[in-house]
């Protein structure tokens, strides 16, 4: 079975083609500046691997369909193309961010484009577009079952202690305030993959993961089960990040909107695109970060040490409502990537029985494996997201369960 994975943004779509028998990936890549005077489709054949080439096509995409219609022609080219009729692909697995009470991935009908559109209040960057990428999907692909995968999904098992905010029930009852959680699809993949690491059923797994990005969130997981994540009713809540300020004082806003006469959009602007890492150092890529410490900048090192302080800070918290942890997952970008960020959130835990190899933490390996002490109480993992292959399976598992 061939499943196509399509996350699509307000001016891209990215795409992953899976042959689900081996779950190799066929083809993958992104279109983007659609609408644009100029865009890019930039496409990868055998992805990852020894035989991995690159194609790159740049014209005007209007909409996202002569993009996906491009991509299409890439896919059947009769000297480069992966598959020789688009009746090969069996279905469609859609990464949405938003499906407010969705607690499941679902087959997509007009039942559930209309809970997407719903949303749009609650997503109003990312469900537009996804909405937009199932609509090109259904029309560039008649009569191929189209799936939803919820961000949001895995956090829909949080109690009510949990998800409500101290605010007013009425603005839960009337706006739908309250925490959601995101980057769900990744924390939902790693709860299984941990599992599988440890040997432990998913139902007995104690664990918290960090995934760490240009945007970062953790998970609490108990018994295989969110039951608490640090991003709320939108992503900006919960750690620092690459260009979002993270959990502030909320007095901040009206304060910062009456000394600045800024506008709602504008603070919004502020917290979402000028904060986080760029704005303490002027740069949100953390190789950056660690060059300029490297140069004696100040304010690179100050903004590092508040990173991994706020990642700690939950880290902690989490410990508490967990009581017993099985161990501690980092993963993404910086979470697989950045071995001085991990340093220095495991710092100082040795009292609690975490101890990290030094060596084998520094060590670049690909695959999971542990940074962890033998002696560690907990051990201390990478495990390499995966959030396509998991949107891919969910699609697979969705549509033959359909079929029976």
Do not use: W
Request: charge should be negative; hydrophobic fraction near 40%; charged fraction near 25%.
């Amino acid at each position: 079975m061939k499943i196509l994975v399509i996350n699509a943004g307000s001016s891209s779509c990215k795409y992953q083609l899976f042959n689900m028998d081996d779950q190799s990936v066929l083809c993958s890549g992104v279109v983007e500046r659609i609408g644009q005077p100029m865009g890019k489709l930039s496409h990868k054949i055998a992805p990852g691997t020894d035989k991995e080439e690159k194609i790159v096509v740049e014209r005007p995409f209007p909409t996202h369909v002569e993009g996906m219609e491009d991509v299409i022609s890439l896919l059947l080219d009769s000297e480069k193309g992966v598959i020789q009729d688009k009746s090969e692909i069996s279905a469609i697995g859609h990464r949405v961010l938003h499906g407010e009470a969705i607690t499941d991935p679902v087959l997509i009908d007009e039942k559930v484009k209309e809970i997407i559109r719903d949303c749009f209040p609650l997503g109003p960057l990312h469900n537009p577009a996804n909405l937009m990428g199932i609509d090109v999907a259904e029309k560039l692909f008649p009569g191929v079952p189209n799936v939803g995968v919820f961000d949001t999904e895995f956090g829909m098992t949080l109690a009510p202690e949990a998800y409500l905010y101290p605010l007013p029930y009425s603005l839960y009852e009337e706006l739908r305030i309250r925490r959601y959680g995101f980057h769900g699809t990744s924390h939902k993949y790693i709860a299984k993959a941990t599992a599988a690491f440890l040997g432990k059923p998913l139902s007995e797994l104690n664990s918290i993961t960090m995934h760490l990005g240009n945007g970062s969130s953790m998970s609490a997981v108990q018994n295989g089960k969110c039951i608490d994540t640090s991003m709320g009713l939108t992503p900006l809540e919960g750690l620092m990040m690459g260009t979002r300020c993270g959990s502030i004082d909320p007095a901040i806003v009206p304060f910062m909107m009456e000394k600045k006469g800024m506008t709602p959009q504008e603070a919004d602007t502020v917290l979402n695109k000028q904060s986080g890492l760029l704005g303490i150092c002027g740069t949100s890529d953390m190789r950056d970060v660690h060059a300029n410490i490297e140069k004696g900048d100040e304010k690179a090192a100050l903004a590092f040490k508040m990173l991994t302080r706020s990642i700690k800070k939950v880290l902690g918290s989490y410990f508490f409502l967990l009581g017993n942890v099985d161990s501690i997952v980092f993963t993404a970008g910086i979470g697989e990537n950045d071995e001085f960020v991990r340093e220095a959130v495991c710092e100082g835990l040795e009292p609690f029985g975490i101890k990290v190899d030094k060596k084998e933490n520094h060590t670049r390996k690909p695959g999971a494996r542990v940074i962890s002490t033998p002696d560690s109480r907990i051990p201390v993992l990478i495990i390499p997201t995966n959030e396509e292959l998991e949107i891919a399976t969910t699609t697979m598992r969705i549509v033959e369960e359909s079929q029976k």
